[in-house]
């Protein structure tokens, strides 16, 4: 066997593991927001009571734009890892954890006007339902990316973070699927739903 | 025939001494994929034995009319852990084991691509099982109901919401599915990084064993078909817990979206638990045939396209719900469509045979069953496919007898298959030839008895889940001769486990390569060292340990790249 005449390579060995495991992750994650996005679509105009979509919903344009603009600072800051600059990358990835941060705190003003002011829980009608439920789906997804993100800002200012360039670069895409799923909730809550 | 070509011979340390220390590495903080692989198997032999006892007593109640063995409670919990028990705790481990102790060993890689991910798996699996059984003994909740689950495998809304299941035990139901859940992803996430990224030297994606592409299939499958599973059920959470409307049909939630929703995930899961069994027949049938498989590149055409049209197949589940005609249409033709690529692999599989010098060793033997059995169970699926049809049989024991002809003439029998041809190389040792035939024949008899009738007590008219019928409407027979087959069955049952203890203290040494096939877990010895290749394998053709075997005339030469 050793006069093979097919040429031996290991096309294995080109691909990256963690790329592809978190490929799978992100893949299973679209399947299960599809699916509460589903349910938000078809519930949308089934309350028999209001308080309906309309009548509270208002466009959140300030925190759209800090959770998208987040991922152009987390962009800068991978980029910044990359290049050795550990100051850039603080900076940037400190700014991204503020923005994150920021549209959580919007997204906490918003609920707790709607529960308080204008008495729409979970339990109110199908569309408290499916509201909560897939806001709060894709809310959850930001409080973990803001911890991992958060850990990994401690952990910079502490331990030289070169060596972990290339999981920092995965938690990065993660955070960008956070923001793209975001740009479906919105055009699903906030636009086609209201 | 070539010596064991890629093992050391001394370094396989071997400790003689037991200890408490030496379980807890072995047994608890273990990351080898041999191990979890075999923790798998033997979790789902434990759960099969607890579920087949369920299987039992349903089959006791039904034995004769008008019947009160059990109480009706008593019986709906029974075929509500029985069902959950067998898909959720059963199959998944199952396949999931073989995954683990078979896919690194075949494509010549030290062990998976994420181990500790893969304990944390197995751990999330076994839990979740044991959670769903402590519900036995939980807190029995308020307004008089029963611990354990009783809303059916599927438990379908709005008998779940909290007004008509009050208590704590469909919450068990819930959460213990969600845990397990999350251990199958993880094992799918784990077997597609592994498949793709940790082959070793020349094997392209073209040489990679069947197995491997066919478990590929399944792990896409798991990760696009588990989620609508995990969201329904976190829906049934919210609307249990917070007073959430999904599925609360008094508030405009929608029941029939849950059936939907659980669908989406119940059809693909047959295919997730079926395709292993292809899996495991695709390497054995060419093994003791003598032959290549036939068809290899429309062996994975057909796997994947049954991957990709088995998620589009759902509401065939829910014809009798009342679907407008077009989706009726759509269903019954997507279901049709999936006969197209099974029939492929039928063909095949009989194609490899035809012409070989077979060799009718205990794999074998279950093998040709399940062609058989399979088979007849695809042309009832073909039958309930049809939305007419459904019209009259949905929810009848025809049904009963269709899935139990697939997942026990079917899955089962690859799975006994698989045990027969790969525990020697788990073990070292040989099952026994004599009760693996006894284990055979009476587990084929007893399955034939019990469910072959089901199939005529269903065409007339006997629904599934009753709990008794009175006498008189041409059931009595049917379900008589049925009860009889389960002694069968447990006696075949019985005499594979006595095989499997005599054969792990007094079994004959098996060797390395006992059945002298051509994938590279053969290569090594068996057991296995903890490093599975002492030099990484150097692969030029689909049948590695051919062209080592047969450097006169290897694979190689007529395969292209």
């Known amino acids: 066997m050793s006069t093979a005449a097919l040429p031996l390579r290991n096309e294995a060995q080109n691909l990256d593991r963690g790329k592809v495991g978190l490929v799978c992750l992100l893949l299973t994650e679209i399947a299960l927001f599809s699916i509460f996005v589903t349910a938000y679509l078809f519930f949308i105009g089934k309350s028999p009571t209001g308080p309906y979509p309309a009548d509270v919903l208002t466009l959140p344009v300030w925190a759209t734009i800090c959770l998208l603009s987040s991922s152009l600072t987390i962009e800068l800051a991978v980029r910044g890892l990359k290049s050795g600059a550990m100051g850039r990358f603080q900076l940037w990835m400190g700014l991204t954890i503020l923005l994150g941060a920021e549209f959580l705190r919007q997204t906490g003003i918003e609920w707790n006007k709607l529960i308080n002011k204008d008495g729409l829980t979970i339990a109110t009608n199908v569309f408290g339902t499916t509201y909560y439920s897939l806001v709060g789906l894709h809310a959850s997804h930001v409080i973990i990316g803001l911890t991992l993100l958060l850990l990994v800002f401690l952990f910079g200012l502490r331990i030289p973070l070169q060596k972990y360039e290339h999981r920092i670069e995965l938690l990065g895409w993660y955070w960008h699927f956070v923001d793209v799923v975001w740009i479906v909730v919105f055009t699903v809550v906030y636009v086609i739903g209201r | ?561």
């Open chain 2, 1 to 561: 025939m070539a010596s064991v070509p890629y093992t050391l011979d001394d370094v396989h340390g071997k400790s003689s001494s037991y200890s408490w220390e030496r379980f807890v590495r072995e047994w608890i903080i273990t990351v080898d994929h041999k191990q979890l692989g075999l923790m798998y198997i033997i979790i789902a032999l434990l759960f099969f034995v607890a579920s087949g006892l369920q299987a039992a007593v349903i089959r006791i109640q039904l034995m004769v009319p008008d019947n009160h063995f059990i109480s009706p409670q008593t019986f709906n919990r029974m075929f509500t852990m029985h069902g959950t028990t067998m898909v959720f705790f059963v199959g998944m481990p199952f396949i999931a084991g073989l995954a683990n102790y078979l896919i690194p060993l075949m494509i010549g890689a030290r062990d998976m691509a994420f181990p500790r991910l893969n304990a944390l798996g197995f751990w999330l699996s076994l839990f979740g099982g044991l959670l769903l059984y402590s519900s036995y003994f939980a807190w029995a909740g308020t307004a008089g109901t029963m611990n354990a689950p009783d809303v059916g495998w599927f438990a379908y809304a709005p008998l779940t919401e909290k007004a008509f299941s009050p208590g704590t035990s469909t919450d068990f139901w819930i959460l213990s599915i969600l845990m397990s859940s999350i251990g199958s992803t993880i094992t799918a996430v784990n077997i597609l990084a592994t498949a793709l990224c940790m082959r070793t030297t020349g094997m392209t994606l073209s040489r990679m064993p069947l197995f491997v592409w066919m478990y590929c299939v399944v792990a896409f499958q798991i990760l696009v078909a588990l989620p609508p599973l995990t969201a329904a059920q976190i829906m049934l959470l919210l609307d249990r817990f917070l007073g959430a409307h999904f599925f609360d049909t008094r508030a405009s939630g929608d029941a029939v979206l849950w059936q939907h929703f659980f669908w989406l995930f119940g059809h693909p899961e047959v295919y997730i638990l079926i395709i292993p069994g292809f899996a495991c027949v695709t390497e054995i049938i060419p093994v003791f045939s003598r032959k290549p498989i036939f068809g290899r590149a429309a062996m994975i055409g057909a796997s994947v396209s049954i991957g990709l049209i088995s998620l589009g197949v759902w509401a065939h589940h829910m014809f009798t719900v009342g679907m407008p005609s077009a989706a009726n249409i759509f269903f019954t033709i997507a279901t049709l469509l999936v006969g197209v690529p099974t029939g492929i692999k039928i063909f095949n599989w009989m194609a490899t045979m035809w012409g070989g010098r077979i060799r009718f060793d205990v794999p074998m033997m279950f093998c040709v069953a399940f062609l058989f059995q399979f088979l007849l169970a695809g042309l009832t699926g073909i039958m309930l496919g049809v939305a007419p049809f459904d019209w009259q049989l949905g929810d009848s024991y025809f049904v009963v007898a269709h899935f139990h002809y697939t997942l026990i003439g079917g899955l089962l029998m690859t799975l006994f298959a698989a045990i027969y041809y790969w525990f020697p190389k788990a073990t070292g040792r040989m099952l026994d030839e004599t009760m693996g035939k006894w284990h055979f024949w009476l587990l084929i008899i007893g399955f034939h008895v019990t469910f072959d009738p089901l199939h005529f007590a269903g065409l007339l008219g006997m629904p599934r889940r009753i709990y008794t019928y009175p006498t008189g409407r041409g059931w009595d027979g049917f379900n008589w001769i049925s009860t009889w087959g389960v002694p069968i069955q447990a006696a075949g049952i019985l005499i594979f486990v006595l095989n499997v203890l005599y054969a792990l203290f007094k079994g004959k040494k098996a060797g390395n390569d006992p059945w002298d096939a051509w994938t590279l877990e053969w290569a090594t010895t068996s057991p296995p060292p903890e490093y599975n290749f002492a030099v990484a394998p150097v692969v030029r053709s689909s049948r590695p340990l051919w062209d080592v075997k047969h450097p006169e005339d290897p694979d190689w030469k007529y395969e292209h790249a």
